[in-house]
């Protein structure tokens, strides 16, 4: 967390958080990671401030005053892009990317994905899909299958290399 927006480190790594509706991308890019992530779209800040404190959660956002009023449960974001904006988060909070959570949540609704086999997807997956995959995942909130294909392999690929990363720039 930075010192600039007033805040208090977080004495563990957190692993909950509630994103605001500047960083929706980011929201998504941290369900990836396996990071427990609300994001409300259109929210006001007294309801985020409200979610981080009912629910032990950290609030990510880019408003300076937001983040003062939150402390110490808030993480400033000040990077522009989402890569930078996830590195600056994961350097800040000092948390690791752990390679066995990733993919783990649905990306739209955050909802932790149930591993499936192709008995279980056929009628709901295209055959092509059903005929190159074996392992397959689907989200028990909002009903999205997903199967590593070629755009799980490039997120896979994007999160190794943020991995590394430390801070903007």
């Keep these: ?91 800040d909070l000092g948390l690791a990317a752990d390679e066995e959570r990733w993919l783990s949540r649905c990306l739209d609704c955050n909802t932790v994905l149930t591993p499936r086999n192709q008995d279980e997807m056929r009628g709901r997956v295209p055959e092509r899909v059903l005929a190159r995959h074996q392992a397959f995942s689907d989200c028990p909130g909002c009903g999205k299958v997903y199967w590593p294909g070629s755009h799980a392999d490039r997120m896979l690929e994007r999160l190794s290399r943020l991995r590394g990363r430390r801070g903007p720039g």
Excluded at 6 to 26: E, I
Excluded at 37 to 62: K, N, S, W
Aim: contains cysteine.
């Design 1 to 91: 967390m930075k010192p600039t927006a007033g805040s208090v480190p977080v004495l563990h790594p957190p692993r909950r958080f509630v994103v605001d509706t500047m960083l929706g991308t980011l929201a998504r890019w941290l369900r990836a990671l396996g990071y427990d992530t609300l994001y409300f779209g259109q929210a006001q800040d007294r309801a985020l401030r409200q979610v981080a404190i009912q629910e032990d959660r950290v609030l990510v956002t880019r408003d300076r005053r937001l983040a003062l009023l939150a402390r110490p449960r808030a993480c400033l974001i000040t990077a522009e892009e989402p890569d930078e904006q996830l590195a600056e988060l994961l350097a």
